[in-house]
């Protein structure tokens, strides 16, 4: 192989069009995946949207402390259980006053699938013009590790505990991405963080949706302070996840459900739980429910995406 | 810069027009990530999955990190597909 002294530079760098607003040392732990969509997000999208979000990992860097900020973005904080009703009324506020711009509703996966589920569920239903993002660390990291409807089988949390009579969590997933397609919003996605030129395609398409209606984007952002796993790993622990099926990467236009990414002989999900301490418990059996946890809602994504063109309608009455 | 022109305070206490907060990220550092210019083939990857994005480019010739913010995690030398970046313990920096 003719070794070349240059490659060529990541696309994804053309992505980057704008300027990164934070200020370069924010309070993240090191390897924090949500620091590489926070500061992604801006440089793709613009300086100009209008970010809204609660209380959580991001709140204390994208609220400020005292009177100062940590970023130059719009910012409106607000309470877990009314996180996109607040969205709604900032882009109702900006259509009657004829401002065109971007509402990015920004949150976790706790405001997203358990606490603010209701008010999110009604904005998709009265298909609200903003965009929804949901970072996705599977639990509640920033109030100390408790576990959310989107933590996986088996996990490990503050109050999923191993120990006795525990075993970490038993309950499956939810899965909330699958749930707003279901929606028939304009636009749904699931995204990570080491497909980043499919996480700047999904974001500017939202961008561009956004004028017919609610556009929600999942995030899969692994945390690895919470999930005890080497900093290093943060952007690989992605990668396995989508090599895995863990989280397969998918959009949906009006519920139309379309791969953008299918994995050829996926591995088996233990390699994903590999170098995550939260899984380390587990054994056969236990892997083994999570594994039929990922092969069927594969099978359930996988079936609706060829669902129009398969699908044989009885006939109708005379 | 493009400033936001939606709001002139970014909320009822926060002042965006005052300068940024900035916290000394480099401290927080244990390992160190030092690049191999000769193995850089300036593919960007580690300035792309670098979360506090302080991987910059020296011309166009190699990347290196700002020492001042960079917080020694490792993702960029683990994301490298040429092994160009080694993360180097602080303790061999001290004089
Ligand atoms: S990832 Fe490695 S090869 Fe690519 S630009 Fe960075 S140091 Fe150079
Ligand atoms: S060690 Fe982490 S923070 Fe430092 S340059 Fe590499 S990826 Fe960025």
Known sequence: MSEKKKGKLSPVIDYKKHEDPFSKGVAFCPGCGLELLIRFIPQVMGNDIVMTGTPSCSAPVLLGQNNQSWHSLSYFGTLMTGAAANATGLVRYYNRAGIDNTVVCFNGDGTAADIGFGNMSGAAERNEPFIYICYDNEGYMNTGIQKSGTTPYGASTTTTPVAKGSRGKNLRRMNLALKMAMSKIPYAATATLSDLGDLAKKLLKAKEMKKNGFCFLHVFAPCPTGWGYDPAMTVEVCRRAVKTNYFPLWEAENGKIRMTKTVNKPKPVEHYMEPIKKFKHLDDNDRAILQEDVDYELCMLGGLSILEKECVLPEAAD | ?95
């Open chain 2, 1 to 95: 810069m493009s400033k936001n022109t939606y709001f002139k305070h970014e909320g009822p206490w926060s002042d965006a027009n005052d300068p940024l907060m900035c916290s000394d990220t480099g401290d927080w550092r244990t390992k160190r990530p030092i690049v191999d210019k000769d193995k850089c083939i300036f593919c960007g990857f580690c300035q792309i999955y670098c979360p506090v994005q302080v991987m910059e480019m020296v011309g166009d010739s190699h990347f290196e990190a700002d020492l001042g913010f960079c917080k020694g995690c490792g993702i960029c030398a683990q994301e490298c597909p040429k092994q160009a970046i080694t993360m180097v313990s602080e303790g061999e920096f001290v004089s």
